[in-house]
């Protein structure tokens, strides 16, 4: 292990003195222990307005495994400052076997972190800063904890924003559309233990060394358990608040945005506990809506801080909100990359809407079919996908659908006329078809896109469903070959088609490289369809109750970006016919006066396919991060490469965690799991 160097002894002595006062006489103390029943400790950063100490106030808490020490501590410091200048007591407790907590994690949402979290909640209550009032908030995982939380919850807590949340782990998060695996989960695969891996800081105490080594040790890899739980079942179950709304004990407010596939969660729980939960949706990605981007953001500080004022101190705010209110879509010009979407926000505490019914076939007054036969072979084209965009999981910049023409030309398609008047899609369309397939192996991909009037074409939303199973999802299907009525469901949407505008409907059998291309080569056939979309009566109502348009948290001066470069994208087509289409994002850096330290990531990643063989689809994922601290320099590389073929997914892992350059640990994964769906 060596011995400490001079930098270590600064760290660790500043370490030992971690309580000072920021901006409007806010105390902040960078570390503290929570302990656990069991006897493990997770780590915490405090934020306690001036007198707190004197007067208890009501609690905030954030529960990642986000590092609070480095990671995201640029993101932390607009949030929990900003409430904490306004009367609340703010934590950022990191999640065991992460940054400097104690433990191992063995995968994600286990019962250790969901019943940590109602510990830690009841902890906060106890303590004499605390009115015994607690509030808990986060974005991603973070949202997904509160609302987590709020099953049966402790009777200290008292309300949750959970923004950029899922309410349903297999649907609606990383690893699964529709039963079809996403390649996105490739990518979290090798990120997550990258994260895990990382150092503690000396905050932890002298021998964060070799707490470190145990952790590299005993490191996971729960990639494993994503790929081999292929239906819903109960592993995904586990966790998922959709079906436990009743037991949702608290107000939410739920805060999505429509260029993040975990938006569905809005609406859904909106619809689910109208008595409970208040929605926003803007156009943003996975993002806090003051980042939001594409925008336009809102402040997101101001407009917690009258939820929190409503719900932990008793002032009349939110009781008057609308159920509802979203960012109404209109088309854009299709591009990577969008600073401002066109659109309105609107509100809505009822469902105003009908059904409209359009039928999908030869000579419809609907939605025509683009080719005439009187039954359709749906194409199972593996070049069908270039014009994806990213699913926006992980908010990076840009990553929009492009113009969806080259992909449409590719698929079976049905279209409207042009529209004579404005139309307005607010909800979950649905989508109902007769179909045959000649094997249980088969995916359905279902676009719903906007024609301009100059040709070009905007995606509205997708689905896909993974024929193999039956429709919960949660089983194979009993039907051998598949046959019959099948209803898929698009997710929520509020969109408004412009008059002269018309409306595509494009089925396809692949759609790489947003998911894994189905085994084989079922030969899928349309007999007949029918669209339903939930459709606006009348106008939409404008926004009444104005949300905060500006970010309303004061400037902070403790830490600076060094590297922000944009993310590169590239799809090529090869002489051989392959396709190789991926995207970079080069290195980015930010350091934190206060503790000097600067955190760095690196990431690429690159999918491959040579149509029509879907067997040789790979990806390929490199993770790195850097941990420059006054103490010394942590590296830590992750990478992934992924195959398959008609039997099994296979992967090969490694991480390497390195100390000024000398290395520290080595992991090395080789998993077959066995391919039972597709």
């Not at 302990?35 to 915490?44: C, I, S, W």
């Not at 979290?117 to 995982?141: D, K, L, N, Y």
């Not at 999918?607 to 490199?622: C, E, F, G, N, V």
């Amino acid at each position: 292990m060596g011995e400490p160097t001079d930098r270590m002894n600064d760290s660790r002595n500043r370490a030992a003195e971690p309580t000072r006062t920021g901006q409007s006489g806010v105390e902040e103390t960078d570390h503290l222990w929570i302990p656990m029943p069991d006897g493990v400790r997770l780590a915490a950063r405090l934020w306690l307005p001036a007198d707190a100490r004197q007067t208890p106030v009501p609690a905030l808490l954030e529960y990642i495994p986000y590092r609070k020490a480095d990671m995201v501590r640029a993101r932390d410091e607009r949030n929990h400052p900003y409430f904490a200048a306004h009367g609340y007591a703010c934590l950022r407790v990191d999640v065991r076997g992460s940054g400097d907590s104690d433990g191992v994690m063995a995968d994600m949402y286990a019962d250790h972190e969901l019943s940590d979290a109602r510990h830690v909640i009841e902890w906060i209550a106890a303590q004499p800063w605390c009115s015994g009032a607690v509030g808990m908030f986060g974005t991603s995982w973070g949202g997904t904890a509160a609302l987590q939380a709020n099953i049966d919850p402790p009777s200290a807590l008292k309300a949750v924003i959970a923004v950029c949340a899922t309410h349903d782990r297999y649907e609606d998060d990383i690893h699964h559309m529709g039963g079809c695996l996403l390649t996105d989960t490739f990518e979290w695969g090798a990120t997550l233990p990258a994260i895990l891996a990382a150092p503690p800081t000396p905050n932890v105490g002298p021998d964060w060394r070799s707490i470190w080594e145990d952790r590299l040790a005993r490191l996971t890899f729960p990639l494993e358990n994503w790929l081999r739980e292929e239906a819903r079942g109960k592993y995904w179950r586990h966790g998922s608040v959709k079906y436990q709304t009743s037991r949702l004990g608290r107000p939410i407010l739920a805060v999505g945005g429509w260029s993040d596939r975990y938006c569905n969660s809005v609406m859904s729980l909106v619809s689910a506990r109208p008595d409970l939960v208040w929605g926003v949706i803007g156009p943003w990605g996975h993002h806090y809506p003051d980042h939001g981007h594409p925008g336009p953001a809102i402040g997101f500080q101001k407009l917690a801080l009258d939820w929190w004022d409503h719900w932990l101190k008793d002032m009349p705010k939110c009781s008057d909100w609308p159920r509802l209110r979203t960012w109404l879509r209109e088309y854009d010009p299709p591009s990577d990359a969008i600073d401002l979407r066109r659109g309105s926000w609107i509100e809505s505490d009822a469902w105003k809407k009908h059904t409209r019914s359009l039928s999908m076939g030869l000579g419809s007054d609907a939605l025509a079919a683009t080719s005439g036969d009187a039954t359709w072979t749906i194409p199972d084209d593996l070049n069908i996908g270039s014009a994806a965009g990213d699913t926006g999981y992980f908010g990076r910049y840009g990553g929009l659908p492009l113009d969806q023409q080259a992909d449409d030309r590719r698929c079976l398609g049905f279209e409207t006329g042009p529209f004579d008047k404005e139309t307005v899609v607010f909800g979950a369309p649905l989508i109902r078809l007769n179909l045959q397939s000649s094997g249980m192996h088969a995916q359905l991909v279902i676009r719903l896109c906007d024609v301009a009037p100059n040709g070009s074409v905007g995606l509205i939303t997708r689905t896909v469903r993974n024929l193999a199973l039956d429709e919960n999802l949660d089983a194979p299907d009993a039907a051998d070959p598949i046959g019959g009525a099948l209803v898929v469901g698009f997710p929520a949407v509020a969109y408004r088609l412009r008059r002269g505008h018309r409306l595509r409907v494009s089925l396809s059998g692949s759609y790489w490289p947003l998911i894994w291309p189905a085994p084989g080569s079922a030969h899928l056939e349309m007999k007949s369809g029918t669209l339903e979309l939930p459709v606006f009566e009348g106008p939409p109502t404008a926004l009444c109750h104005p949300l905060p348009m500006e970010a309303d948290h004061p400037a902070r001066a403790s830490f600076v970006t060094l590297a922000a470069p944009r993310v590169t994208r590239h799809s090529n087509g090869q002489s051989d016919g392959r396709r190789i289409e991926g995207w970079h994002q080069p290195y980015s850096a930010v350091h934190y006066r206060d503790t000097g330290t600067t955190f760095g990531f690196e990431t690429q990643a690159t999918y491959t396919i040579q149509p029509p063989d879907p067997y040789t689809a790979r990806a390929d994922l490199t993770h790195r991060t850097v941990y420059d601290r006054p103490d010394g320099k942590a590296e830590i590389e992750s990478s992934l490469s992924a195959t398959a073929d008609a039997r099994s997914y296979r992967v090969d892992a490694a991480l390497t965690a390195r100390w000024d350059g000398g290395e520290i640990a080595s992991r090395r994964w080789s998993i077959a799991v066995p391919r039972k769906l597709g």
